[in-house]
């Protein structure tokens, strides 16, 4: 599976989900810097309608992940336990949304795919988030495309310090308390990167809407 393909993908999920509304497949995919939509017809041997019928599948996807991980973040006590079954259960349903798509035959090509892209959709809820703050901070698309990386290591992180403390099995208050902390010195790192990408103004105005969305 190319890194092209699975790019392509993540991409098309941010403009679904963060897009003010459903553009045709054709619009999206044709958009100046992207790929194609060939690569993934061609792969999954997807018809237009297929395309049609699955972008409301992705977009639902990133919005409720995007959606799980703001609530545990925003929580005292991170309910790690709980996230990792919303997620679960997420996956699962976006699974069944791609495979009643898909034919018999692509639904096995589909089975090795997946995996792989979860990664993506992780890159494409970081996007996301990313879009979500253009606007009110007036970042560039160069400063979107430096933050990138940084978003999406952030994201990543907070779900794996999550799946770990899940895994634990029992789960004391101390426990849900330094997943707190583990997620801020995320947040903290995140801050970092930023700050060498974007101007004192537009570090203010982030944290000021993080302090709002917690105060929520």
């Given at each position: 599976?190319?890194?092209?393909?699975?790019?392509?993908?993540?991409?098309?999920?941010?403009?679904?989900?963060?897009?003010?509304?459903?553009?045709?497949?054709?619009?999206?995919?044709?958009?100046?810097?992207?790929?194609?939509?060939?690569?993934?017809?061609?792969?999954?041997?997807?018809?237009?309608?297929?395309?049609?019928?699955?972008?409301?599948?992705?977009?639902?996807?990133?919005?409720?992940?995007?959606?799980?991980?703001?609530?545990?973040?925003?929580?005292?006590?991170?309910?790690?336990?709980g996230f990792i079954?919303?997620?679960?259960?997420?996956?699962?349903?976006?699974?069944?949304?791609?495979?009643?798509?898909?034919?018999?035959?692509?639904?096995?090509?589909?089975?090795?795919?997946?995996?792989?892209?979860?990664?993506d959709l992780v890159?494409?809820?970081?996007?996301?988030?990313?879009?979500?703050?253009?606007?009110?901070?007036?970042?560039?698309?160069?400063?979107?495309?430096?933050?990138?990386?940084?978003?999406?290591?952030?994201?990543?992180?907070?779900?794996?310090?999550?799946?770990?403390?899940?895994?634990?099995?029992?789960?004391?208050?101390?426990?849900?308390?330094?997943?707190?902390?583990?997620?801020?010195?995320?947040?903290?790192?995140?801050?970092?990167?930023?700050?060498?990408?974007?101007?004192?103004?537009?570090?203010?105005?982030?944290?000021?809407?993080?302090?709002?969305?917690?105060?929520?």
């Amino acid at each position: 599976m190319s890194r092209r393909l699975l790019s392509s993908v993540a991409v098309a999920a941010l403009l679904i989900a963060a897009g003010p509304a459903h553009p045709s497949t054709a619009a999206v995919w044709d958009l100046p810097g992207m790929d194609t939509a060939a690569d993934m017809g061609e792969w999954l041997k997807l018809t237009d309608n297929q395309l049609t019928t699955l972008e409301p599948v992705i977009a639902t996807r990133v919005q409720k992940m995007d959606a799980a991980l703001a609530r545990v973040e925003a929580a005292e006590e991170p309910d790690a336990l709980g996230f990792i079954r919303e997620y679960g259960e997420i996956k699962k349903e976006f699974d069944a949304g791609v495979l009643r798509i898909l034919t018999p035959d692509q639904s096995k090509q589909w089975e090795s795919f997946k995996a792989e892209l979860e990664k993506d959709l992780v890159q494409a809820g970081a996007s996301k988030q990313l879009a979500a703050m253009q606007p009110a901070l007036h970042l560039t698309d160069e400063q979107m495309t430096r933050l990138q990386p940084a978003m999406s290591t952030a994201v990543q992180g907070k779900i794996d310090v999550l799946q770990k403390l899940a895994d634990g099995g029992r789960i004391s208050l101390r426990d849900k308390l330094r997943a707190k902390r583990a997620m801020g010195d995320i947040n903290g790192e995140l801050e970092k990167a930023m700050s060498a990408v974007m101007s004192p103004d537009q570090i203010a105005g982030y944290k000021a809407a993080m302090d709002k969305k917690k105060a929520k």
